[in-house]
């Protein structure tokens, strides 16, 4: 079937308006180019619409039963492209983006209210899971963009980088090194210590620095989430080594950050996406003000 928007729009004008001269000029057409459509639409379906008079124009029983059908199919045409046009101008539009735990207490939520106040129309989901769910659930279709880190190169995940922050000692207020400037990895080998999952990327960092200075390392604790290393740190329980931003979540509950030199250590903190896979008006525009925002600060 070969019908078009054109003879839907010409036949439902000689519908309303009775007359093809009349429909014509309401299209901005010439009289035989309507014609000439409503000739080509009956020969397509296979049966008149138009009973044809002297002066007038009025719908067989088949054109009335057409009639409300081929308005229904341009206002839905027209939803449609309404829809596509204020996703395009960001006058709607739904963005689900996922960061890890501290990252989503942390650097998402500022910037993310930023883009609000710009775009208040689009809304934005933002799903705080543990490191290691992030590259699956992106593979999984389940959120459009994510802010992480990318322990090691995947071909189905383009990360463009957005921040780099250092790896802290992270030990309760009134422990021996708090009050330190520094602490050197090597000094670690008599703490107890709180890590992060083995499937975290985090760990990967950790454990290859450690095992260099600290041949017969073995964490005391394993745990899913910082925020529960944090609290644990808190209750008298451990030191952590955990990324510079968790600082912010740890001066709370009277922990604090110590630096770890020798070597000092810096991970990648990236924006994350499903490489050739383009995203919504929405989730480009999360992603450009992220970028834009991180680069102001640098």
């Not at 745990?223 to 979540?249: K, Y």
Request: hydrophobic share 45%; proline share 4%.
């Amino acid at each position: 079937m070969n019908i078009t928007l054109r003879q839907l729009r010409a036949f439902i004008a000689v519908a309303e308006l009775g007359q093809f001269n009349i429909a014509a000029r309401n299209l901005h057409l010439t009289q035989s180019a309507v014609s000439i459509l409503i000739r080509d639409l009956e020969r397509e379906i296979g049966v008149r619409l138009f009973d044809r008079h002297t002066r007038m124009v009025s719908l067989t029983l088949v054109g009335q039963e057409f009639l409300p059908q081929a308005r229904k199919i341009l206002k839905d045409l027209e939803l449609a492209v309404g829809d596509v046009r204020d996703n395009a101008t960001l006058k709607r539009g739904q963005v689900t983006i996922a960061a890890a735990i501290v990252l989503a207490a942390t650097v998402v939520p500022p910037i993310i209210a930023r883009f609000l106040s710009k775009y208040p129309e689009i809304s934005v989901n933002i799903r705080d899971m543990p490191e290691e769910q992030i590259t699956p659930a992106l593979k999984r279709h389940e959120v459009d963009i994510a802010i992480g880190t990318l322990s090691e190169e995947d071909p189905e995940i383009a990360a463009t980088r957005l921040l780099s922050d250092k790896l802290m000692l992270v030990c309760r207020e009134n422990h021996r090194f708090a009050k330190r400037k520094s602490v050197r990895w090597a000094e670690l080998k008599d703490e107890t210590l709180i890590t992060l999952a083995a499937s975290n990327p985090l760990r990967n960092i950790v454990e290859h620095n450690l095992m260099r200075v600290v041949p017969n390392y073995r964490p005391t604790y394993e745990v899913r989430f910082s925020t529960t290393a944090i609290s644990m740190i808190a209750a008298g329980m451990g030191v952590s080594i955990l990324p510079e931003n968790s600082g912010q979540l740890a001066s709370a509950v009277g922990v604090t950050t110590v630096d770890l030199i020798d070597p000092v250590v810096m991970r990648d903190v990236s924006l994350l996406q499903r490489r050739h896979h383009s995203l919504s008006p929405a989730a480009e525009h999360l992603k450009a003000a992220f970028i834009a925002s991180v680069a102001k600060q640098t």
